[in-house]
């Protein structure tokens, strides 16, 4: 069964920095692109960041600069490492998978399946 | 990036059809797919690539396309399909992945 599982968030204070963890089953995360996408209390989805399989990773321009995704081949686990958090950065983090049919373009697929999120709280 | 907008809320009676769209600038032109999130956890993909079900998705839950407009219909619907629906597209303008407003799905 896929399956994929967050850790790591909890609160921080304005500044501060966390890294969440994504430990992956039932499929080899670097043979597959990945995604963490983060959901503010009571908002929507926002997309956060995504690598390839290749190591190529892409930020929204709201975290470029501050947060890193990576991944431990050996542990089979994605990571996100956020750093100078804001208080607007208070959400819940998933990690996901990420498909796409092969006979189209790479950047018209989809998240499937989600962790079950970490809540990361900025405040002080 | 592109703006994705859906309808804040859908109501409908068990048994009847909701319909949830979603409308954006150019977005004819991409792949659209459809999540739904329950309370308390995680989004669900329902449809990909406009149209297509997961294994284990309902035939109830159908995907279609018409202009600038996505949709997302729910056919005979039941209680258990209440939550909040997104919808998901490349944007190439920004290279950023965007997601809908949400609908919020109310069984009556």
């Known amino acids: 069964e896929v399956q994929l599982v967050e850790t790591g968030g909890g609160l921080i204070q304005p500044g501060g920095s966390l890294r969440l963890s994504c430990a992956a089953s039932?499929?080899?995360?670097?043979?597959?692109?990945m995604s963490w996408v983060r959901q503010a209390p009571g908002k929507g989805l926002e997309w956060v960041s995504f690598?390839?399989?290749?190591?190529?990773?892409y930020y929204a321009d709201s975290v470029k600069g501050r947060f890193t995704i990576s991944r431990d081949n050996s542990k089979n686990t994605l990571y996100l490492q956020m750093n100078s958090l804001r208080a607007e950065d208070t959400a819940v983090y998933y990690c996901?998978?990420?498909?796409?049919?092969?006979?189209?373009?790479?950047?018209?697929?989809?998240?499937?399946?989600w962790g079950q999120g970490t809540l990361v709280t900025v405040s002080s | 990036s592109s703006v994705l907008t859906q309808p804040p809320s859908v109501s409908v009676a068990p048994g009847k059809t909701a319909r949830i769209t979603c409308g954006g600038k150019?977005?004819?032109?991409?792949?659209v797919h459809w999540y739904q999130q329950k309370p308390g956890q995680a989004p669900v993909l329902v449809i990909y690539?406009?149209?297509d079900r997961p294994s284990g998705i309902p035939e109830r839950f159908s995907g279609s396309y018409s202009g600038n407009t996505a949709t997302l219909t729910i056919s005979r619907v039941e209680a258990g399909d209440e939550a909040e629906y997104y919808c998901?597209?490349?944007?190439?303008?920004?290279?950023?992945?965007?997601f809908g407003t949400g609908t919020k799905v109310t069984v009556l």
């Open positions: 998901q597209v490349w944007d190439s303008t920004s290279d950023h992945y965007v």
């Open positions: 690539y406009d149209s």
């Open positions: 039932g499929f080899t995360v670097s043979s597959n692109y």
């Open positions: 150019n977005i004819g032109s991409k792949s």
């Open positions: 996901a998978r990420y498909h796409y049919d092969s006979s189209g373009y790479i950047e018209d697929g989809w998240f499937d399946p």
């Open positions: 690598i390839y399989s290749g190591g190529s990773t």
